[in-house]
């Protein structure tokens, strides 16, 4: 077997690239450009509100911290966190996100976010940042194919701590499309590349990061089937009568009944991989 000759990085790219194709979204950020899921995404995140509570207690953050958020989304970090620092950059490519962080800063009276709707990969940190920042965040941000280019941009854009937040193992959300693409669409789901392949991109880097292992319970909310054939609808790009009975009767199956609602529940398992810059 020839280890050292594996390209973590190819690795990366091939899975992230594969995934994002099968995104029958065909652009990754189309799910995101939507205000409607968007303030889903926000409202799920402010009912959960224990995993941000303790993403705040173990990010290193002073008053006189300069922060970036990679990928900041409504701002379900940049939001609480700008509170208690000096200033933040959140960086969101996707407008309904980008809409949405905006009513929030508003909305808490909250003026020391500065915003940058871009990619990271697009973005050119010293045209586009006023880097560096003490600290710098990318929470489940990581749709970036050159991943190795990417996290040497953020080691560009840092004084001192790298905070990414990742996934560890297949996702609820893939299981469903594993279950699904076959009927849907006669083809198989690639599930996207994990910490693995990440730890494995930052080791060739020479950087050997804290790993933390955590899990996190994920519950999406719907009043009817039909509210959630809306939602789904439009992820899985329906077309046919015979793929929306498909994902009918796979909603029917997932969904639990709680308090009069429809609850979609998973657990995923996800990391903390940080580091202090060099
Ligand atoms: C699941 S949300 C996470 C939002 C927030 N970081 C959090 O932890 O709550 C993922 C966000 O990453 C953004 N994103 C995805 N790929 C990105 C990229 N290449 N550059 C910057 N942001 C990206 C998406 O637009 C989306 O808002």
Redesign the pocket.
């Known amino acids: 077997m020839e280890y050292g000759k594996i390209d973590w990085n190819d690795v990366w790219k091939e899975l992230m690239t594969t995934q994002q194709r099968l995104d029958k979204t065909g652009d ?2 189309t799910h ?1 450009n939507k205000k409607e899921n ?1 303030e889903r ?1 926000w409202k799920r ?1 402010q009912t959960n509100s224990e995993r ?1 509570d303790s ?1 705040l207690s173990e990010i290193s953050l002073t008053p006189e911290s300069r922060v970036l ?10 939001i609480p966190i700008a509170k208690k620092v000096s200033h933040v950059t959140a ?4 407008a309904g ?1 980008m809409d949405v962080l905006k009513e929030n800063m508003k909305a808490q009276g909250i003026n020391n976010i500065h915003c940058v709707s ?6 050119d940190v010293k045209a586009d940042l006023d880097a560096p920042y003490d600290v710098v ?8 194919p050159d991943i190795r280019e ?1 996290i040497q941009k953020m080691e560009q854009a840092s004084s001192k701590y790298i905070y990414l ?1 990742w996934f560890a193992g297949i996702t609820p959300w893939e299981e469903h499309s594993i279950s699904l693409w076959p009927s849907l669409y006669g083809t198989n789901y690639v599930p996207g590349p994990k910490c693995d392949v990440l730890y494995n991109v930052l080791y060739n880097m020479g950087i050997f990061p804290d790993v933390h292992v955590f899990s996190m319970d994920y519950t999406n909310y719907f009043s009817s089937v039909d509210e959630a054939m809306d939602f789904y609808r439009d992820r899985y790009v329906i077309e046919t009568q015979t793929q929306a009975s498909i994902l009918r009767d796979h909603l029917k199956s997932i969904l639990v009944q709680e308090n009069g609602q429809l609850v979609e529940k998973g657990t995923s398992t996800r990391v903390r991989i940080s580091w202090e810059k060099k």
């Not at 960086?91 to 996707?94: H, I």
């Not at 871009?118 to 973005?123: A, I, T």
């Not at 965040?137 to 970036?144: E, Q, R, V």
Request: glycine share 10%; proline share 5%.
């Open positions: 990754k950020n995101w968007a995404f995140s941000t993403t958020d990679i990928g900041s989304g409504p701002g379900r970090l940049s960086v969101e490519p996707a996100m871009k990619r990271w990969e697009d973005l965040i990318a929470s489940f941000s990581l749709g970036m990417a937040y």
